[in-house]
């Protein structure tokens, strides 16, 4: 598998921390320190489907590739106001697609889910070329009266074109049962048998619990990857980590004995914008010329679940 086309969309307005400190108990200091955020994209006008729907656009265009060619869809998306039909059905239509399509909650992790589900489906010829977009408003999951959570998020969308190739290695992907440290609970309908009284729990994180997994297990990922497939840290040109916080990446490469270049961020700008974090990145250096071709690149996610992803892929250069 290969990814030859790339696409992002953000909401145009920006927030920075001191808009936050204007209504909650927090300051620039503390986020920055904390986190290394320091403006995120929020939706206002927008909705999910106009970013998901620009990112896709933008990825078709720079692969070269029509929409009635796409043989799938796969939408990465945790929680959006569509529970049926899914964000991938959506989309189809606008787009000009007309194949199978479904949506993923690999959390965080969902791109890196999504491109091994491609993967396999490009490798089982069930499929020649793909769509993947991940698409995800975390500012929409969280108590805004609470300082804890919202000032971490920001919201996105990226989108990949891939098709069959010899870019992408390996993949490693984990999962594991720990509903209570981050978790965002909606409530359905009340039925004549079931009349449990249910609330919308907005965002809850145990952020410390988080950070610590969130480190160990990409370090489990990064190096189980790399000694399977014969490579040392050194060998490799970019880590694309998942973009939560500032200092969990910073312990990853610190683990790693990697300069900072290596671990190249934008969560300075977009806060955590969930699955669609990597692709951001992806489709910004790419059109940048920041990816070389023929560099072999690590990308590692992890999110709530708990659940991670991790890919070893050789860059091809994509022509904007
Ligand atoms: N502004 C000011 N103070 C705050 C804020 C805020 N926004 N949020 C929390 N605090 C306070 C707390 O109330 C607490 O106060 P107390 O000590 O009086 O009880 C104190 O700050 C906690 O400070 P620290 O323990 O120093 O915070 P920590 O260093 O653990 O940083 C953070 C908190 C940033 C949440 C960190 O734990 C973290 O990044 N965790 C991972 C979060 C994450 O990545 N989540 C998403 C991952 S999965 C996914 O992407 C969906």
Request: glycine share 8%; proline share 3%.
């Amino acid at each position: 598998m290969k990814i030859i086309g790339t696409g992002s969309a953000l909401p145009k307005e920006i927030v920075t921390n001191d808009m936050l400190a204007g209504f909650l108990d927090t300051s620039d200091a503390w986020i920055t320190t904390r986190t290394g955020i320091r403006t995120r994209h929020l939706q206002s006008h927008e909705t999910l489907r106009d970013l998901a729907l620009s990112a896709a656009q933008a990825a078709l265009v720079s692969s070269g590739v029509q929409a009635e060619d796409i043989d799938y869809l796969i939408c990465s998306n945790v929680a959006n106001s569509y529970v049926s039909p899914s964000l991938g059905s959506i989309l189809l239509g606008p787009l000009g697609c007309c194949c199978p399509t479904f949506d993923l909650n690999g959390a965080c992790a969902g791109l890196v889910y999504s491109l091994d589900i491609a993967d396999s489906f490009l490798k089982t010829g069930k499929a020649r070329k793909i769509l993947i977009v991940a698409a995800e408003e975390p500012s929409r999951f969280c108590n805004w009266h609470e300082r804890e959570t919202s000032v971490l998020f920001g919201d996105g969308a990226s989108a990949l074109v891939v098709t069959e190739g010899e870019s992408f290695v390996d993949f490693r992907l984990t999962g594991d049962t720990h509903t209570d440290i981050l978790y965002y609970k909606r409530s359905m309908e009340a039925t004549p048998y079931d009349r449990v009284e249910e609330k919308t729990t907005p965002l809850v994180m145990n952020g410390r619990e988080v950070f610590r997994l969130a480190v160990n297990s990409c370090i489990e990922d990064i190096d189980t990857l790399l000694e399977r497939n014969g490579k040392t840290p050194d060998d490799i040109e970019l880590f694309l980590v998942h973009q939560a916080n500032l200092r969990i990446i910073d312990c990853i490469r610190e683990h790693l004995e990697q300069p900072k270049e290596k671990f190249p961020t934008n969560l300075q700008n977009y806060g955590n914008t969930s699955s669609a974090s990597i692709g951001i990145l992806i489709d910004e250096m790419s059109r940048a010329g920041e990816l070389k071709d023929g560099a072999t690149l690590v990308l590692s996610a992890f999110g709530g679940g708990f659940v991670t992803g991790a890919a070893l892929l050789k860059w091809s250069q994509i022509n904007y």
